[in-house]
Nanobody, 115 residues
């Protein structure tokens, strides 16, 4: 059974930082690409950042230079370091992994950035 458990969300003032974590079980973690998505109220879910099994990364233009995605294969955990947060970063953040023809999502963690 695949499980993705996110943590690290919260309320932060603009300009602040948060680090999200996503711990996976039930998959061969080190061999999988993974991603972080977010969904703001009234908006579609969007890709924030992704990381391949080899560690290559890509980012949405809106977060480049502010967010960093990383992974620790020994801990089966993916991270999203978010710096210089803006009110427009407010959303529910989800981790995502494709595994054996199925896409799995975590339960989401709320990030709220006050102005």
């Amino acid at each position: 059974q695949v499980q993705l458990l996110e943590s690290g969300g919260g309320l932060v003032q603009g300009g602040g930082s948060l680090r999200l974590s996503c711990t996976a079980s039930g998959i061969l973690f080190s061999s999988n690409a993974m991603g972080w998505y977010r969904q703001a109220p009234g908006k579609q879910r969007e890709l924030v950042a992704a990381i391949t099994s080899g560690g290559s990364t890509n980012y949405a233009d809106s977060v480049k230079g502010r967010f960093t995605i990383s992974r620790d294969n020994a801990k089966n955990t993916m991270y999203l370091q978010m710096n210089s947060l803006k009110p427009e970063d407010t959303a529910v953040y989800y981790c995502n992994v494709p595994w054996r023809s199925t896409t799995y999502w975590g339960q989401g963690t709320q990030v709220t950035v006050s102005s």
